[in-house]
């Protein structure tokens, strides 16, 4: 008992100077005293945090995907329309060649064409609006 003793007289002792201090007015008022948070609950708000910070990167990672999508759909697009014009102007160039310039559409032809840069960019332009 007397082990048992000894820690009592240690605690109430402890307890004792602990109580004065408690009671007394504060000196220094700005000095705010932020109690801490048990840690069960920092440990949940780190893993929220954690998890939030997981969904984020995935939220990132998941719109990069998404515009280098539309990226490579642009690319895609504009290697069709590329390949439409060449088409195109494969088709303006064989037309051209088989056009009769004193025919009445050779004539209508060459009167049309001459608000463009070219004959090939006017015939383009008159196969596709008639195409």
């Known amino acids: ?38 840690k069960s609950l920092s440990l949940v708000d780190s893993l929220l945090a954690e998890v ?9 990672a998941e719109e990069l995907k998404k515009q280098q999508e539309l990226e490579q759909e642009k690319i895609r697009q504009a290697q069709i329309k590329a390949q439409q014009i060449e088409a195109l102007k494969v088709t303006a160039e064989a037309w051209l060649k088989k056009l009769d310039p004193f025919s009445s559409e050779g004539l209508w032809f060459e009167k049309f064409a001459e608000s463009y840069p070219s004959k090939l960019e006017a015939a383009m332009e008159y196969l596709k609006a008639n195409g």
């Open 1 to 38: 008992m007397d082990s048992l003793d000894k820690l009592l007289d240690q605690i109430k002792a402890e307890y004792d100077q602990a109580k004065p201090a408690a009671s007394q007015p504060q000196k220094n008022a700005t000095k705010s005293v932020t109690p801490k948070p048990p």
């Open 52 to 60: 939030g910070a997981d969904f984020a990167a995935q939220d990132k």
